[in-house]
């Protein structure tokens, strides 16, 4: 499966965030697209179950082909809101549930297959054996091409994959957030050859005025003017020098941000930069 080397993330787009138009969607999705950006992220909750067709409303009215782009969405996830009624926020990974939340989706994006459906976040119930069932179900009827997995760590991911070949596992990873480097997720998806993808990727560098995000930005400073870039493009050049070769989900909903955001493709740091970047993240030099 192929991805674009940034994924555009959607959930900022509607009521969690710039609450946009239709035609605020349609003028992000031609930017994306126009950089070559054609892989685009969802997740049947975003915006309290409301943000899929917002997209799908948008992009059923472009004159985009449907196979010149990717949907990605995730399910599993049940949240209390206006449009729902369920009564505590859980994880549901029951075959009937993940049926109908695809078909949901589906019907919200206006389209009739998933490039690739990922279960949300892993639960404590759930069961391999039904989930593979259902991704059966999936891949028979041609609705979803491939699948994989969010916020999982290596072993959850080991027992649904053993039970059901698996492409990918979303996580969090920013320069505030490196776990993944240190805790197995990255190099289990290098020993199968699958690219791992990535959201959160500016970490809270621009929300959060903390010790380790002044350290971070002494040395962003200077980097910047060495490589002729802007903070956020060197931030997310640190995860792209990654050998895992890390797919970044980005979740602006700017057009500037995604122009701006897709030049950090051409940004090389040197091997010393990326370790000044960590070195300031956890506040002394490596051992």
């Not at 859980?90 to 078909?103: A, R, T």
């Not at 039904?130 to 991911?157: D, L, T, Y």
Request: glycine share 6%; with cysteine.
């Amino acid at each position: 499966m192929k991805f674009s080397p940034i994924i555009i993330g959607t959930m900022r787009w509607g009521t969690w965030g710039a609450n946009h138009s239709k035609k605020d969607v349609q003028k992000l999705i031609e930017t994306a697209l126009k950089e070559d950006l054609t892989t685009f992220d969802h997740a049947d909750l975003y915006g309290d179950y409301t943000t899929e067709k917002l997209f799908g409303d948008a992009f059923s009215k472009m004159n985009v082909k449907r196979e010149e782009v990717q949907f990605i969405s995730k399910c599993g996830i049940e949240m209390p809101c206006s449009n729902r009624n369920y009564t505590v926020k859980s994880y549901n990974y029951s075959k009937d549930h993940i049926l109908k939340s695809v078909d949901q989706s589906l019907n919200n994006l206006q389209t009739d297959y998933l490039d690739l459906l990922l279960l949300h976040r892993p639960s404590p119930l759930m069961n391999p054996g039904e989930i593979a069932e259902s991704f059966g179900v999936f891949r028979e009827q041609k609705k979803v091409r491939h699948f994989g997995v969010s916020n999982f760590s290596p072993s959850q991911f080991d027992l649904i994959n053993d039970a059901f070949p698996l492409i990918t596992n979303q996580v969090e990873i920013s320069l505030n957030q490196t776990a993944a480097f240190d805790d197995g997720t990255l190099d289990q998806l290098m020993i199968k050859k699958l690219k791992p993808m990535a959201w959160s990727v500016m970490g809270n560098y621009f929300s959060k005025d903390s010790a380790e995000n002044k350290r971070i930005k002494k040395v962003l400073e200077k980097l910047c003017g060495k490589y002729n870039a802007e903070e956020n493009q060197i931030l997310l050049a640190f995860i792209l020098k990654h050998p895992a070769g890390i797919l970044p989900v980005i979740g602006t909903s700017r057009s500037e941000n995604i122009v701006k955001l897709k030049a950090s493709l051409k940004i090389k740091l040197s091997n010393e930069d990326w370790f000044k970047l960590l070195q300031a993240k956890n506040g002394s030099e490596i051992l």
